[in-house]
């Protein structure tokens, strides 16, 4: 009897590894690896959560027809072209399923979200990334790598893992450049926490048409990462598509329950929001102080680079990392994005912080 065979290509896929939640051996854990909320979920929405839990017998509504209202009225856009997911990975993987098969390329940038290239293989297609410049997406090499297989271009923005983003003319810049029938997908899963003037979540280039979708989660500074929820914001026939191959109740209700009641407590977002511009600011200048390497960042983490020993890429990162989980502290390594010798750091709770930055100063010292 012989085994059966997955589609050409998916064991070409190296899976996605999340960020590691425990040490062993420590039981004070700092945890800065996945880029979730310092302060954790909004009491509300944990409230809401778990008042969910006395209708579990029942299905959910298939339409999120209150979230996507709700999510409608907070940012200005028409409910029904909201297409809600479990997790913004979702909708990423329903567009590929939908729009891209074998002989197709899927475009993104150099250290773009590893779910792009992943999402891609699995629909059968091939990802192909553009060189940044400076850790920093750039339109004219990614507009260079289009062809006549070109069908869909994620671009992250502000970008994981590196923080840096684009700005709303840059974005326009780039949907002018493409042909019409390539889906340009605008990934603002850090929009909240990207404050600068000229930065653009991409919602008014998906209302100008041009087949941009607009994808944005609960996960980061809604802090409901555990719950499973995300969004995408699309052009009418988009999400008439995407609702046609979606499962039919993707999203649970104790997650859509939690999902309106973060939507609604406006000051925790607000917290988390001003908590994060005083201490991603703090971080980035203490890291800069310590003689390392660190780009701007717009979202609630900053990648570090540390120098390179001749022919040991990874080595003064691999040993930062182990002197901070020798702390207690856990960040994110990135040899998977091909930046072996960087970590990420999520920005916590003040404290953590301080550890964070003493303990990278401490081995710095020792090293
Ligand atoms: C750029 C980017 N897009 C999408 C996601 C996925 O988020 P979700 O939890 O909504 O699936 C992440 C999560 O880290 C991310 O960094």
Not at 5 to 21: F, W
Not at 113 to 132: C, D, H, Q, R, W
Request: include cysteine; charged fraction near 20%.
């Amino acid at each position: 009897m012989s085994d059966p065979s997955p589609r050409s290509g998916i064991l070409d896929i190296a899976p996605y590894v999340g960020g590691v939640s425990a040490l062993e051996g420590q039981k004070r854990i700092i945890k800065l690896s996945s880029n979730e909320n310092a302060f954790g979920p909004s009491p509300l929405a944990q409230a809401a959560y778990t008042q969910a839990a006395e209708d579990l017998h029942r299905y959910p509504d298939g339409d999120c027809t209150e979230l996507r209202n709700a999510i409608a009225d907070l940012n200005g856009l028409e409910a029904e072209r909201i297409v809600c997911g479990a997790g913004s990975d979702e909708i990423i993987s329903l567009l590929c399923q939908a729009y891209v098969g074998p002989g197709d390329e899927v475009l993104y940038s150099q250290h773009g979200f590893l779910m792009y290239p992943i999402s891609a293989k699995a629909a059968g297609a091939t990802p192909v990334f553009a060189l940044e410049s400076d850790l920093t997406s750039d339109v004219d090499a990614l507009l260079e790598k289009v062809n006549e297989n070109t069908s869909l271009l994620f671009l992250a923005n502000p970008n994981n893992p590196t923080g840096t983003y684009l700005s709303g003319d840059e974005l326009w810049r780039l949907r002018q450049g493409l042909r019409d029938d390539i889906i340009l997908v605008i990934d603002a899963a850090y929009a909240e926490y990207a404050t600068r003037d000229d930065y653009s979540s991409g919602k008014d280039l998906v209302d100008g048409g041009g087949n941009v979708v607009m994808t944005r989660t609960f996960s980061k500074i809604y802090g409901l990462g555990g719950a499973r929820l995300g969004w995408g914001y699309c052009p009418a026939g988009i999400a008439d598509v995407l609702n046609r191959i979606r499962g039919p109740f993707n999203v649970s209700t104790p997650a859509m329950e939690a999902g309106l009641a973060a939507l609604g407590d406006c000051g925790f977002i607000d917290k988390a929001r001003a908590h994060n511009d005083t201490w991603l600011a703090w971080t980035r200048e203490q890291v800069l102080a310590l003689g390392l390497e660190t780009p701007p960042s717009a979202g609630n983490f900053i990648l570090i680079k540390f120098p390179v020993k001749p022919g040991q890429n990874s080595a003064i990162a691999d040993a930062a990392d182990a002197f901070l989980n020798s702390r207690g502290i856990i960040v994110r390594r990135m040899a998977a994005y091909g930046l072996e010798d960087c970590l990420r750091i999520t920005i916590g709770l003040e404290d953590e912080m301080r550890a964070a930055v003493g303990a990278l100063k401490e081995f710095l010292e020792q090293a």
